[in-house]
């Protein structure tokens, strides 16, 4: 049973990794390669859909194929007793479109193996071809060889490696959008082995090593490092041009120079190969790389490797030197192509892995219809608000649909509106409620662990820019179990901080303002109804505070100046409007509510208005919707132009016990006036109760679940009324 149910894991593991290459960085542009080539300024007016070089890319793109390893004695337990070892399984490839041709390789101890499938010839990469719609049988031997310092080891750690659809190169002036699912690595498997006798030894031509890079340092700000510096799964390693200046790798005669990263590591030590049109080469003179990775660096390493040509394939393999077979992951980088100088490329962003991943938003919508269709990224984010006052950078986020093992849930992204373009830039475990964005910036506090992972060593505040520069750092905050830090807002005014925070022997939230070096200057004001200001919004010389208590349970908007006298009384939002969030809509600063949900409550608190900060009147205003349930879900466009409220009807039969079916209402109404402009109503039986709702400036939209991943609805603003 055991084998069974190791062969089932390995075989659904597998399903996942050809198709969305999962655990490797090239995951990072796997939802962006659907169609390469859309219509592009760079195209010259060509169809190339039509193009057999598309043709080829596109047959690539999915596939998968289900292992059974059952076969074998033990499948994750291996005894090497002076014979080749041999690994036996079937590989099903039923109902793919096209053949897949799988590359191997194999690590023991971190060490690149000799390795035949089926009979071929010795090799460190062998391919297998796996025809479609068929079951076939797979024979891996292996004559295990080790280096001198790994001899007197009695278990190391076996790895199977494969690369997806081997075979391909892409062609001509269409090799620039890159491989996306083509080319993907992954480890299919892995075992312990026993070693009863002694192996073959090798020597290996030195090493080149990383260099440990601390993560402040600004020569890291040009890359894309979503898990800069931090211990935890889910790492990735990544390729660049060198100094990243451009995203494809350029030759210099028939020299390659690119920066290789770890974004994240899973253990502290990985040997790292190159590999050129999948054999591997030196590196820096050098037969291979090893990295000592630690918690707050960056390992880094420019690489160099010589006899490249052009449109050969590079990439990097990372493997980690572990005991833990049931962890070891290998790390693969991208597969980039090398060109030359003069080389015509044709690019798309949404498919080439950049130094950022960015997406192109459609400029166009469909004509034929008033609803909203569009399968742009944008749509697929939750919004935090503009950061700037001209309303060009708009915050966003998403949230992991499933626990991430790294505990960095939530993904922060910017949306350049004068370019179209999304530069996913940052992971945290900060949610959106942390965060006070505004001023052209967003700031949120956060902290390091102790090398061991075990106590904060250091308590600071960072504040970005659109470009997830960083333009401010508040460092120093005292370190202690009694001193709670909350929220923290930045003012390039004063060059000061401002921060919200608990400490023993008081019952009151404080805010204060602070010296960059976490030095506390002065109080300016605290309040013992509330527990703590969740965000601070920045207006000018106002601060806004987004309050929060649980007993009784409640939020508040309140408007203060720098010396913390209070510019507004505290205005109490209604419980129906689960409040947590500071947003900021073009002029007005308000509370988002993260509740979807109708569900309407009574209590002391008014149940029909929303408050908000008028920042160019300096005061706060009223919205009040036709019905008091409509509070249950507002959204505010980043705009700030309209408020969206939804709602559900339930329509019963006529002895009114039984439900028929439920009508989604959408209400519209202009921000500035309080007046309904539209009410939309989609087709019945289509509730939305407990789903996620976005106002963005174009369209509304439903989501299956409470995340983003799935687009149930679009509405445009002006949609016919029903």
Same mark, same amino acid.
């Given at each position: 049973m055991?084998?069974?149910?190791?062969?089932?894991?390995?075989?659904?593991?597998?399903?996942?990794?050809?198709?969305?290459?999962?655990g490797?960085?090239?995951?990072?542009?796997?939802?962006?390669?659907?169609?390469?080539?859309?219509?592009?300024?760079?195209e010259?007016?060509?169809?190339?859909a039509?193009d057999?070089?598309?043709?080829?890319?596109d047959?690539?793109q999915s596939?998968?194929?289900?292992?059974?390893?059952?076969? #074998?004695?033990?499948?994750?337990?291996?005894e090497y007793?002076?014979?080749?070892?041999?690994?036996?399984f079937?590989?099903?490839?039923?109902?793919?479109r096209?053949?897949?041709?799988?590359?191997y390789?194999?690590f023991?101890?971190?060490?690149?193996?000799?390795?035949?499938?089926n009979?071929?010839e010795?090799?460190?990469?062998?391919s297998?071809?796996?025809?479609?719609?068929?079951?076939k049988n797979?024979?891996i031997?292996i004559k295990p060889?080790i280096?001198k310092e790994?001899e007197?080891?009695?278990?190391?750690n076996?790895?199977?490696?494969?690369?997806?659809?081997?075979?391909?190169?892409p062609q001509?002036?269409y090799a620039?959008?890159?491989?996306g699912?083509i080319?993907?690595g992954?480890?299919?498997y892995? @075992?312990c082995?026993?070693?009863?006798?002694?192996?073959?030894?090798?020597?290996?031509g030195?090493?080149?090593?990383?260099?440990?890079?601390?993560?402040?340092? &600004?020569s890291?700000?040009?890359y894309t490092?979503k898990k800069?510096?931090k211990m935890?799964?889910?790492? #990735?390693?990544?390729?660049?041009s060198?100094d990243?200046?451009t995203?494809h790798l350029?030759?210099d005669?028939?020299?390659?120079t690119?920066?290789v990263?770890f974004?994240?590591?899973?253990?502290? %030590? *990985?040997?790292?190969?190159?590999?050129?049109?999948?054999k591997?080469v030196?590196?820096?003179?050098?037969?291979?790389?090893?990295v000592s990775?630690?918690?707050?660096?960056?390992p880094?390493?420019?690489?160099?490797?010589?006899?490249?040509?052009?449109h050969d394939?590079?990439?990097a393999i990372?493997?980690p030197l572990t005991?833990?077979?049931?962890k070891?992951?290998?790390?693969?980088t991208t597969?980039?192509?090398?060109f030359?100088?003069?080389?015509?490329?044709i690019?798309?962003?949404? %498919?080439?892995?950049?130094?950022?991943?960015?997406a192109?938003v459609p400029?166009?919508?469909?004509?034929?219809?008033?609803?909203?269709?569009s399968?742009?990224v944008l749509?697929?984010n939750?919004?935090?608000g503009y950061?700037?006052?001209?309303?060009n950078?708009?915050?966003?986020?998403?949230?992991?649909?499933d626990?991430?093992?790294?505990?960095?849930?939530y993904t922060?992204?910017?949306?350049?509106?004068?370019?179209?373009?999304?530069?996913?830039?940052?992971?945290s475990?900060?949610?959106?409620?942390d965060?006070?964005?505004?001023?052209?910036?967003?700031? *949120?506090?956060?902290?390091n662990?102790?090398?061991?992972?075990?106590?904060?060593?250091e308590i600071?505040?960072? %504040?970005?820019n659109?470009k997830f520069?960083?333009i401010? +750092?508040? &460092?120093?905050l005292?370190?202690?179990?009694s001193?709670?830090y909350i929220?923290a807002?930045?003012?390039?005014?004063?060059?000061? *901080?401002?921060?919200c925070?608990?400490?023993? $022997?008081r019952?009151?939230y404080?805010?204060?303002?602070? &010296?960059?070096?976490?030095?506390?200057?002065?109080?300016?004001?605290s309040?013992?109804?509330y *527990?703590?200001?969740?965000? #601070?919004?920045?207006?000018?010389?106002r601060?806004?505070?987004?309050?929060?208590?649980a007993?009784?349970?409640?939020?508040s908007?309140?408007?203060?100046?720098f010396?913390?006298?209070?510019?507004?009384?505290?205005?109490?939002?209604? %419980?129906d409007?689960y409040?947590l969030?500071?947003?900021?809509?073009?002029k007005?600063y308000?509370l988002?509510?993260? +509740?979807?949900?109708? @569900?309407f409550?009574t209590?002391?608190f008014?149940?029909?208005?929303?408050?908000?900060?008028?920042?160019?009147k300096?005061k706060?205003?009223?919205?009040t919707?036709?019905e @008091?349930?409509e509070? $249950?879900?507002v959204?505010?466009?980043?705009d700030?132009?309209?408020a969206?409220?939804?709602?559900?009807?339930?329509?019963l039969?006529?002895?009114?016990?039984?439900?028929?079916y439920t009508?989604?209402v959408?209400?519209?109404?202009?921000?500035d006036?309080?007046?309904?402009?539209?009410?939309?109503k989609?087709?019945?039986?289509?509730?939305v109760?407990?789903?996620?709702i976005?106002?963005?400036?174009?369209?509304i939209?439903?989501?299956d679940?409470s995340?983003t991943?799935?687009?149930?609805?679009?509405f445009?603003y002006?949609?016919?009324a029903?």
């Amino acid at each position: 049973m055991k084998k069974l149910i190791i062969a089932s894991l390995l075989a659904i593991a597998l399903v996942f990794l050809l198709c969305s290459c999962a655990g490797t960085s090239e995951s990072d542009t796997q939802s962006l390669v659907s169609n390469p080539f859309e219509t592009s300024e760079n195209e010259n007016s060509e169809t190339p859909a039509n193009d057999e070089r598309y043709e080829l890319y596109d047959k690539y793109q999915s596939g998968a194929l289900q292992f059974d390893f059952s076969e #074998m004695n033990d499948a994750q337990n291996i005894e090497y007793n002076g014979e080749k070892i041999n690994l036996t399984f079937s590989a099903n490839a039923a109902n793919n479109r096209e053949d897949i041709t799988i590359g191997y390789m194999a690590f023991i101890g971190g060490i690149p193996q000799v390795i035949s499938v089926n009979g071929s010839e010795e090799a460190e990469t062998v391919s297998v071809n796996f025809p479609k719609d068929e079951i076939k049988n797979v024979s891996i031997n292996i004559k295990p060889r080790i280096t001198k310092e790994l001899e007197d080891k009695k278990e190391l750690n076996l790895q199977i490696v494969s690369i997806f659809n081997i075979g391909y190169v892409p062609q001509g002036k269409y090799a620039g959008f890159g491989f996306g699912n083509i080319n993907a690595g992954s480890t299919v498997y892995t @075992a312990c082995l026993t070693m009863n006798e002694k192996a073959e030894t090798v020597e290996l031509g030195g090493n080149a090593e990383f260099e440990n890079i601390p993560t402040s340092d &600004s020569s890291l700000k040009s890359y894309t490092l979503k898990k800069a510096g931090k211990m935890s799964s889910g790492a #990735m390693l990544k390729l660049y041009s060198k100094d990243n200046e451009t995203e494809h790798l350029i030759l210099d005669k028939s020299t390659q120079t690119c920066d290789v990263l770890f974004d994240g590591a899973d253990f502290d %030590t *990985y040997n790292v190969f190159f590999y050129v049109n999948h054999k591997r080469v030196q590196v820096n003179g050098k037969d291979y790389a090893t990295v000592s990775a630690k918690a707050g660096y960056v390992p880094k390493l420019t690489a160099t490797l010589e006899n490249v040509n052009n449109h050969d394939i590079v990439y990097a393999i990372a493997v980690p030197l572990t005991d833990d077979y049931t962890k070891a992951r290998i790390l693969k980088t991208t597969s980039r192509l090398s060109f030359s100088p003069d080389d015509e490329i044709i690019t798309n962003p949404a %498919t080439q892995p950049p130094a950022d991943t960015s997406a192109d938003v459609p400029e166009s919508e469909p004509e034929n219809s008033n609803t909203a269709a569009s399968d742009s990224v944008l749509y697929k984010n939750n919004v935090v608000g503009y950061i700037d006052n001209d309303l060009n950078y708009l915050l966003l986020y998403k949230r992991a649909s499933d626990e991430p093992e790294d505990g960095l849930e939530y993904t922060y992204s910017v949306y350049d509106k004068s370019t179209g373009k999304i530069t996913e830039s940052l992971r945290s475990q900060k949610s959106p409620w942390d965060i006070s964005c505004c001023k052209g910036q967003f700031t *949120y506090i956060d902290e390091n662990l102790t090398e061991d992972q075990s106590t904060t060593s250091e308590i600071f505040a960072v %504040t970005y820019n659109e470009k997830f520069e960083e333009i401010s +750092r508040l &460092s120093g905050l005292t370190v202690s179990d009694s001193i709670h830090y909350i929220s923290a807002v930045y003012s390039k005014q004063l060059d000061k *901080y401002f921060v919200c925070y608990r400490k023993d $022997g008081r019952d009151e939230y404080i805010i204060s303002r602070f &010296s960059k070096d976490g030095k506390e200057e002065k109080e300016l004001f605290s309040d013992s109804d509330y *527990y703590y200001s969740s965000t #601070m919004l920045l207006a000018d010389n106002r601060i806004i505070l987004c309050k929060y208590r649980a007993v009784p349970d409640g939020c508040s908007i309140q408007v203060i100046d720098f010396d913390g006298n209070e510019i507004t009384a505290d205005m109490p939002q209604s %419980t129906d409007y689960y409040a947590l969030m500071g947003q900021k809509s073009g002029k007005y600063y308000c509370l988002l509510s993260n +509740r979807t949900g109708y @569900a309407f409550k009574t209590e002391e608190f008014p149940e029909d208005t929303l408050y908000l900060y008028d920042g160019e009147k300096d005061k706060i205003v009223e919205f009040t919707p036709e019905e @008091a349930i409509e509070m $249950g879900c507002v959204r505010i466009t980043p705009d700030g132009t309209k408020a969206v409220t939804i709602t559900e009807h339930e329509f019963l039969n006529e002895e009114q016990t039984n439900r028929l079916y439920t009508d989604l209402v959408i209400k519209i109404y202009d921000l500035d006036t309080g007046e309904k402009i539209n009410e939309i109503k989609n087709d019945k039986g289509s509730g939305v109760k407990g789903r996620n709702i976005q106002a963005f400036d174009d369209r509304i939209v439903v989501y299956d679940g409470s995340f983003t991943d799935y687009i149930l609805f679009q509405f445009r603003y002006d949609e016919q009324a029903g």
